[in-house]
């Protein structure tokens, strides 16, 4: 999988343009700020959900990890990249698509992320109650007043504006891999098999299928960037002008490399400690993988770095997301024909985001179900096949047609939205 991820980087360093400027602290910047909104919750629940299919639907979904990221994110970068000079993605789905298509695909966007930010809400007000009953061992306060105080102060940073949180959000990865990686090999004196007990006999075919089927959506949504990809190519033309696609490609590559092999160990290494029972019960719990090792291992050291990894993981992405969900949202007000001014607009997003999140995160629901049902088959929609029906459609990507990646991307799609399918009528 490394030598894949090497190849796809260096064919496209040898073709980067002669005239594009050298690699800038700015493109650090965006790597880790693309790195930071894909590990978040989706994360620190792949090992429980994946982990539960046993160990070779594991290692399929791990060799396709990165192809799946990959490709799916270098698409939506060029879908938005082909629009005009300053377009987000809500205004090239216009350019291209018309007036209705517009505004239903801008609904379908908003509606991909949103839920999201609801799933990391759940995901941080349990993640910080758990840390104060079973590690300060302090009685946490009233969920509802939790919830309130934890968004607020995410929010009050997303008040600094976008570059703000991009640049927080690539200041906190650096210890978060820091953290990610010592959390993985501190684990490592504790394998016991774990997942490898499942590993001596093949599941049989349909098993497997129907085990891969139903995971895509959780990969999908674990690896997904997709809400900052809209201003990560908007900032990439603004500076790069034509050779923005090439630059893109670039700093995708190595955001994605550097995303799958932290989070692919980080995982194995999990797997490799826990039971598939053990994995069942974070699941019942509703617990991210760092809290329940937390509270299962009596190390004084992993019981608190744990729930407050998790805490950074998690800000971080509810960040990240937030600047997806706001632009579907604020794209959604201006196209219903109101056009307030830039602050009220501001304000209104706010606080829409704030009361909704707010109340999901007091009534606590199931977040790998919210996982399974809302974000991985929703996203597939926006991420795999939007760009891809672009390429055979509008004359601005016509050069993309024909790329045997295209096909992957679309049959991976079709796979997370048929798994939707399925969980509903289950």
């Known amino acids: 999988m490394n030598d894949q991820a090497n190849s796809v980087e260096e064919r496209f360093e040898t073709t980067v343009p002669a005239t594009l400027s050298q690699w800038s602290r700015q493109d650090t910047t965006w790597m880790l700020g693309l790195f ?28 396709l990890a990165f192809p799946m990221t990959f490709y799916a994110h270098r698409g939506l970068t060029r879908f938005v990249l082909s629009g005009r000079d300053g377009a987000d993605i809500t205004e090239v789905v216009e350019e291209h698509f018309g007036l209705k298509a517009g505004a239903l ?3 379908l966007y908003f509606f991909a992320i949103f839920p999201i930010l ?7 007000t349990n993640t910080v109650g758990s840390f104060l009953e079973h590690q300060l061992h302090i009685q ?9 105080v934890l968004i607020l102060g995410l929010l009050t940073v997303v008040r600094c504006g976008e570059q703000a949180i991009v640049k927080a959000m690539s200041l906190m990865v650096y210890p978060f891999i820091v953290a990610l990686l010592f959390l993985a090999v501190f684990l490592i004196p504790h394998w016991n098999g774990g997942i490898l007990t499942t590993a001596s006999t093949l599941p049989e075919p349909s098993a497997l299928l129907q085990t891969l089927w139903l995971a895509i959506p959780v990969m999908v949504f674990s690896f997904n960037h ?34 799958v092999v932290m989070v692919l160990f980080f995982v194995f290494s999990c797997v490799l400690t826990l039971s598939p029972a053990q994995l069942a019960e974070a699941k019942a719990q509703n617990l991210s993988i760092l809290s329940y090792l937390a509270n299962h291992f009596s190390n004084p050291t992993i019981a608190f770095a744990a729930p407050l990894i998790a805490f950074v993981a998690i800000s971080k992405s509810f960040l990240g997301h937030y600047i997806g969900a706001s632009e579907g949202l604020k794209g959604l007000i201006v196209k219903s024909g109101r056009r307030p001014a830039a602050k009220t607009l501001d304000r209104l997003t706010a606080a829409f ?7 999901v995160a007091t009534l606590n629901p199931s ?16 991420l795999f ?23 992957f991307v679309v049959m991976v799609g079709l796979v997370a939205i048929t798994a939707l399918v399925y969980s509903l009528t289950a």
């Open 353 to 359: 985001m704030l009361v909704v999140c707010w109340v």
């Open 140 to 148: 946490p306060p009233p969920r509802a007043v939790l919830s309130l």
């Open 105 to 107: 695909i801008t609904l």
């Open 367 to 382: 977040i790998l179900g919210m996982i399974e049902t809302l974000g991985g088959p929703v996203i597939a929609a926006i």
């Open 36 to 63: 930071g909104t894909a590990i978040g919750a989706g994360t620190l629940f792949l090992p429980i959900n994946a982990g539960l299919g046993g160990f070779w639907p594991l290692l399929i979904l791990a060799v």
């Open 118 to 124: 609801l799933i990391y809400s759940v995901a941080l």
């Open 226 to 259: 997709s809400p900052i990809i809209s201003a990560f190519a908007v900032d990439q033309k603004r500076r790069h002008g034509v050779n923005a696609e090439a630059r893109s490609a670039q700093i995708l590559s190595r955001a994605h490399l550097l995303m």
């Open 385 to 407: 096949l939007m760009p891809m029906y672009a390429i055979r459609k509008v004359p601005a990507m016509a050069r993309y047609r024909g790329q045997a990646s295209n096909v």
